[in-house]
């Protein structure tokens, strides 16, 4: 199948050519996004044509979980061993949670690509590794008139720069009932799909933090060469954007924002109309603003105040998207857990310790540039 292309080489490897679960799970994946608002694609019918729910899936897909934990873990579930034994084996937990360490890395870069891709890279690279990312002079060489008595000009030489970038450990610790998940009283499919939000969400948040702090740094005080301005304008933005666009070889620029912040975007004119149908309407901003594309970040919860959100709203930044991005994610080896014994819980719940390592940072030497509506 054309999805199974999509599996990164330790899922593929991890799976021994079994990768029926990690196909069905990558399209479940999608669907979750699809019902929390991502704007993806996923199966609506069986392979019989018949229409297929996304709670059908979730159930096909459990039933399909514990068939590749009984792979994984060699230990046979036969009709006279009480499930809670069978559940309790530990090469049984152990398993359970490598096949999820595996299905967190089938869909997480992907995912972030769709997520962050207008401004961020995303490179995985194997345990032990650094990421170092060549940075190349943007400028051009020199040009100079010259007489015909003149045998060369001055030298020019130019050198590259280099950013590391090492990724960094983190975990998280959930509690889950094994017994109940493989009684069908838990979805694992549903605990899976949280994990991987939850990571997600991080990096996302990580990878923001390193570009907004980039933008933040932006020049202001020279008119020829600033690249931060306060309040939009129709011609502020076009100045930006020119800027952008030839110092980034031409590479065309982009207009990037929230809905909220990309709801500014108006001509200088008053005079505009707006049907019913258009985009303006409909989606609450211009796709295309003066000859620019425009492109919507998802907004994204800051789980560490009630109710906040961590992207600004009172920003709109300029960048040329086929240009070297800005920021770089980086994701070391894969995922990795630890797991505790039921028995070891007062609440005979097991826990299971998820680490991930990776890290976001600024590695380029394209431009970009801030319009400040606040």
Known sequence: MAIERQLPANVLEFASGNTDLYVKFMDYWNHYRADNGAKTTFQTTDGEGKP????????????????????????????????????????????????????????????????????????????????????????????????????????????????????????????????KVLAGAESLAAFTAKAIRSMESQITVDAY??????????????????????????????????????????????????????????????????????????????????????????????WETEFAVRLANDKLWIVSPTANKLVKVVLEGSTLSNTQGAFDSANLTQQATFYKMWAAGVATSSLAATIDLA
């Open 209 to 302: 933090n390193a570009f907004a702090t980039a933008m933040a740094a932006l020049p202001t005080t020279d008119a020829n060469g600033r690249l931060k301005i306060s309040g939009w304008s129709q011609d502020s933005f076009l100045e930006l954007a020119e800027r952008v666009s030839a110092w980034n070889g031409g590479q065309e620029a982009a207009l990037v924002g929230t809905q909220r912040a990309l709801q500014n975007v108006l001509p200088d004119d008053s005079n505009y109309r707006y049907t019913l149908d258009d985009h303006f309407v409909t989606l609450c901003f211009i796709k295309n603003a003066f000859g620019y594309n425009a492109y919507r970040l998802p907004q994204v919860a800051d």
């Open 52 to 179: 297929i729910s996304f709670a059908d899936k979730e159930a096909m897909l459990n039933i399909a979980l514990a068939k590749e934990i009984e792979r994984i873990a060699g230990v046979k579930n036969v009709d006279n061993l009480p499930l809670e034994v069978w559940a309790n084996n530990p090469m049984v937990a152990w398993a359970a949670f490598a096949v999820v360490n595996q299905l967190i890395d089938a869909v997480l870069p992907k995912t972030l690509m769709e997520t962050i891709g207008i401004y961020a890279d995303v490179r995985a690279i194997g345990y032990g590794d650094n990421a170092a990312f060549d940075v190349e002079p943007r400028d051009l060489f020199v040009v100079s008139k010259a007489g015909h008595g003149m045998g060369q000009a001055e030298i020019k030489k130019q050198f590259r720069g280099q950013v590391t970038i090492t990724p960094e450990m983190h975990e998280m610790t959930v509690g889950v009932s094994m017994y």
